[in-house]
C-alpha cells in the first residue's frame, strides 16, 4: 500500500509583497494565507502526511493552523529545491519508493478540491508523475533584452505550470538529486524530472489556481475565495479520500 505526503515549501520570504512578515503569513480572509492552504489540501486528503518546510528562524508559525494529524515541520533551504529535498530526506524513514509525494506551493491558497483529486486519480495511474497546469491562453512575447519585443512566441502546445506537482517518492528523490548534483536550474519538480528523460501529465486546472506573489494578488486572492463560494456554495467538498488515494 503507497502513501500520501503532502509537501509543502514555507520558507521563502516574498520580498516582492513589500510586508511586514513573509507572504505566508499575511492575512487573507481573517486567516493567514499559510491556512487557508493547508486547510484546501486537508480537505482533499485528510489522511495523507505533511512536510511543512519552514525557515529556521520563522517567528510567525502557530501550528494551530495546521489540520493535519500526522505532520512534521521540515527545515526549509535557501531555494525551492532544496526545502524540497530537505522534505525527502526527512521522509527518508517512513516513505517507500512507489509511494506518492505532491508538492504544492504555500501561496496558492485557491486551488479546487476537485482539481487535488482529479490529479490524484492520474498519478495513480501514470509513472512518470503529474502536474496541474493550464493551456497560455494569451499573446506571448520574447524580448530582445533591451525592452523591446523581438518575437511573437507561438503558443500552441505551450502550458503555464501550476501546482500541486506529483511523483513516487523514489523517482522524484533521484531527479532532484540529480538536478542539483548538475548544477541544473530548477524551477519547478517537473523540470528536474524532465532532466532525467522522464515526460509527466499535464492536468488541465482551473484558472483560479492563482499563485500570490504581488501586493496586488492578495486582493484578487480574496474575490476568488469569495466567487468560489458563490458558486459552488462550498468550494471544499467533504466526500470522503477515494480509496484509489490511499492504495496503489
Not at 11 to 35: C, F, H, I, S, T
Not at 46 to 56: F, N, R, S
Not at 97 to 115: G, I, Q, T
Amino acid at each position: 500500500m503507497s502513501r500520501w505526503w503532502w509537501v509543502v515549501p514555507a520558507a521563502g520570504q516574498g520580498r516582492r509583497m513589500r510586508a511586514d512578515r513573509p507572504k505566508q503569513y499575511l492575512e487573507l480572509d481573517g486567516r493567514p494565507v499559510l491556512a487557508h492552504t493547508l486547510e484546501r489540501l486537508h480537505r482533499a486528503m485528510p489522511e495523507a502526511g505533511l512536510c511543512l518546510c519552514l525557515d529556521a528562524d520563522d517567528r510567525w508559525f502557530d501550528p494551530a493552523w495546521v489540520p493535519f494529524a500526522d505532520w512534521r515541520r521540515v527545515t526549509g533551504g535557501s531555494e525551492r529545491v532544496d526545502s524540497v529535498a530537505n522534505a525527502l530526506a526527512a521522509l527518508a524513514e517512513e516513505a517507500t519508493d512507489d509511494d506518492f509525494v505532491l508538492v504544492h506551493d504555500v501561496a496558492r491558497p485557491c486551488v479546487w478540491v476537485e482539481d487535488l483529486r482529479r490529479l490524484a486519480g492520474v498519478l495513480v495511474e501514470e509513472p512518470a508523475g503529474a502536474l496541474l497546469a493550464t493551456p497560455v491562453a494569451d499573446t506571448v512575447k520574447r524580448d530582445d533584452g533591451q525592452g523591446h519585443v523581438h518575437a511573437t512566441v507561438p503558443r500552441e502546445g505551450l502550458w503555464q505550470a501550476l501546482t500541486p506537482q506529483g511523483f513516487r517518492y523514489r523517482l522524484l528523490r533521484d531527479a532532484l538529486a540529480l538536478a542539483r548534483s548538475r548544477g541544473l536550474a530548477v524551477t519547478d519538480e517537473a523540470s528536474a524530472v524532465e532532466a532525467l528523460g522522464v515526460s509527466p501529465r499535464l492536468v488541465a486546472s482551473r484558472r483560479d489556481n492563482l499563485k500570490i506573489t504581488h501586493p496586488e494578488d492578495l486582493a484578487l486572492a480574496s474575490h476568488v475565495l469569495a466567487t468560489q463560494a458563490a458558486l459552488d456554495g462550498d468550494p471544499l467538498p467533504t466526500s470522503p479520500t477515494p480509496q484509489s488515494w490511499q492504495e496503489n
